[in-house]
């Protein structure tokens, strides 16, 4: 029956010309179109309008490296063009996954696209998911100052600026409003004026000529976020009768544009939003989160991980009593789990349209990995003959979250004798190869894949696969949750654990790894990886429209192959494991054992290491118990 559903389907689909053959030998490509990837929300302007004002423009101001300035760490502009908000239209993976997306199913670049470069996308430059549609350099300058900041709180307060209420009206007039109990999606309002909007309510001065600077609180809310980092793919609907997602009918806008009716591809906002964070917030008395700046040490928000506080200034006019410096600069760094992409962009980039120094690269990265050390702990102990391992996820979200197609989290274990030799290793990483022994250990990840359905729609194999815009099934999600997981309330988001069992409120998970005999020290490290080499592989060889998978894998091979970061390590001594049989405690039974036990032999009160069986005698019964054991 199932087959005769996927062959009648697939017959329609192409009788009605919705489907043509692609020149992927039998892949099929999709034949959406915008009208699939429809989203409410601010709609693309004119392409001759000037939508977002230049960054470099904000730079004159805000890039201050003054030798007087008490704060030039806090530089937005240096911060800003040295973390992946401002290279994500740069970003060499993206691209190439942009172009394999728009082979799977036409014009998707085009969700891609709103969210990676939304002054091209505000500008209506993108309508068919073109990367090459994208004015260079003006558009690829990412997440832009001038596009945060004008940012419009989707749900109306009196506290925020007056003029966004006529905003929200106008898109309900035009019934493009997107309802706020759906987030993500690339569903973000941005004020048609360029007024200037932020966090602070105390702004003296107003140096930005015409525009206005005023005070939003959303700027400090997780929900400012969440418009990018909570996506489902609207061309799938969830069938609760068939507990199964499936295709939408074609051009045509999601049924319910219910993002949690959608396939999800991420839920970070998600994430968060169903974690103690967003309730009560979780405190950390040791500082590693908020920076040195922060009121509390309580993390409630994504700003309060990603853009920490310190003391100093946000613009060259500091010196002035109304502009002036500050105790808690939110330092506009954004580091996430991206750790070598920024390098990537760097070397394949003009600094000139970039903004970035080797230096700011190492920044960058640096200060990724810190952020990522900081996500978690890790406790080891030694139980008899095994060694239990407990990762814990002090992050806001899932414990690796974002995109799921090659990040990854896993366990090294190696163990090793009294001279420091390896006796056992499990989760052993080549680093010349970037491959991973994946069978020996635990591998926190999130795993996609095609469906029957699909595969026989498509022609894509079913199974794990890389094509993200035809994904239909979550085959694996062991990732940690957060702080007040449940699992009522992450099924309700379609972000419940897959192939794992978390009870609610567990935010850690356990591993347990046999000792070997011989072995006197385990050496445990917890490592985070960015991007597989089977997703870079998949990048470089399924593109077949131009270079850019080609051009991905070079920057990857050049950068590393995105060494892995170290999240945790420690060193523990082991107490050696007993061996059944082992009368003389050398680790092996053999011949030297037979020997110590006939040196023994007889009545045994006191207890001998030769009473195998405990009964006060080694006798006979004890031999033949140790020679079960031989060897």
């Known amino acids: 029956m199932r087959l005769q559903h996927n062959l009648a389907l697939l017959s329609a689909l ?46 004159q101001c805000h ?24 290279q994500s239209a740069r970003d060499p993976v993206w691209q190439a996954a942009v172009v394999i997306a728009n082979q799977d199913a036409a014009g998707s670049g085009e969700y891609c696209i709103r969210c990676h470069a939304p002054k091209g996308w505000g500008a209506g430059h993108s309508t068919d998911g073109n990367l090459d549609a994208l004015w260079d350099p003006d558009d690829m300058d990412g997440i832009t100052c001038s596009f945060c900041h004008r940012l419009v709180d989707p749900i109306a307060s009196p506290d925020n600026p007056a003029q966004d209420a006529d905003i929200l009206q106008a898109l309900i007039d035009a019934g493009t409003y997107p309802d706020p109990a759906h987030p993500g999606n690339g569903r973000f309002i941005f004020d048609p004026i360029d007024d200037r909007r932020g966090p602070l309510d105390d702004v003296g001065i107003n140096m930005h000529g015409g525009s206005l600077v005023v005070y939003s609180p959303h700027h400090s809310e997780s929900s400012v976020c969440a418009s990018c980092h909570d ?24 049924p319910t544009q219910n993002t949690y009716h959608m396939f999800p591809e991420q839920r970070t906002y998600s994430e968060w939003l169903n974690s103690e964070f967003a309730n009560d917030g979780v405190a950390f008395p040791d500082g590693r989160f908020g920076g040195d700046g922060h009121p509390d040490g309580v993390m409630r928000s994504c700003q309060d991980c990603h853009m920490p506080k310190t003391y100093g200034a946000n613009c060259s006019f500091w010196y002035l009593p109304d502009i002036g410096t500050r105790d808690d600069i939110d330092i506009h760094s954004f580091a996430g789990g991206n750790t070598w992409v920024i390098g990537a962009v760097h070397d394949l980039w003009d600094p000139t349209w970039t903004g970035l120094t080797d ?27 095994a060694l239990d391992v407990r990762v814990t996820n002090w992050s806001g ?3 690796p979250t974002g995109m799921p197609e090659g990040r990854r989290m ?79 309330a992450f099924e309700a988001i379609h972000a419940e654990p897959v192939g794992e069992t978390y009870a609610d409120g567990q935010h850690w998970s356990d591993t347990t790894f046999e000792v070997p005999v011989n ?15 089977e997703m870079m592989e998949f990048l470089r060889d399924e593109n077949v429209t131009d270079d850019r998978g080609q051009i991905a894998w070079d920057a990857y091979v050049a950068r590393g192959m995105s060494p892995p970061v170290v999240m945790d390590a420690t060193t523990l001594d082991l107490t050696p494991v007993a061996v059944e049989g082992d009368v003389n405690g050398d680790g092996v039974v053999d011949v030297n054992d ?15 290491s030769g009473d195998l069986n405990s009964d006060g005698l080694v006798n006979v019964d004890d031999l033949l118990a140790l020679l079960s054991y031989f060897g």
């Open 63 to 86: 890039n201050f490296t003054d030798d007087d300035n008490p704060s030039a760490i806090t530089s937005p502009s240096i911060n800003w063009s040295a973390s992946m908000m401002a």
């Open 397 to 399: 979200h899932k414990l």
């Open 410 to 488: 896993w366990l090294n274990v190696q163990f090793l004798d009294a001279d420091g030799a390896l006796v056992e290793e499990h989760g052993d990483y080549n680093w010349i190869t970037a491959s991973l022994d994946t069978s020996s250990t635990t591998v926190w990840e999130a795993k996609l894949g095609v469906s029957e359905t699909m595969s026989a729609l498509t022609g894509v194999d079913a199974g794990e696969s890389f094509h993200l815009v035809l994904c239909d099934e979550i085959l694996k999600d062991n990732r940690i949750p957060p702080v007040g997981f449940t699992n009522a």
């Open 519 to 533: 072995a006197a020290e385990a050496v445990v490290t917890l490592y985070f990886q960015t991007t597989t080499r």
């Open 231 to 254: 996506l489902g793919n609207p061309v799938f609907s969830w069938n609760e009768s068939t507990e199964s997602w499936e295709l939408n009918p074609l051009d045509e806008a999601h």
């Open 14 to 59: 192409l009788i009605g010309g919705l489907m043509t053959w692609d020149v992927q030998g039998d892949q099929v490509q999709i034949q959406t179109t915008a009208e699939d990837f429809f989203q409410p929300g601010t709609q693309p302007v004119p392409e001759n309008f000037q939508v977002f004002t230049e960054s470099w423009n904000c730079a």
């Open 359 to 385: 230096e700011m690269v190492e920044m960058s990265m640096q200060r990724t990995a810190d952020l990522l050390a900081a996500a978690s702990d890790m406790d080891v102990s030694q139980d008899g003959d």
């Open 594 to 608: 037979i020997l110590e036990m006939l040196g023994q032999w007889g009545p045994c009160p006191s207890g001998c």
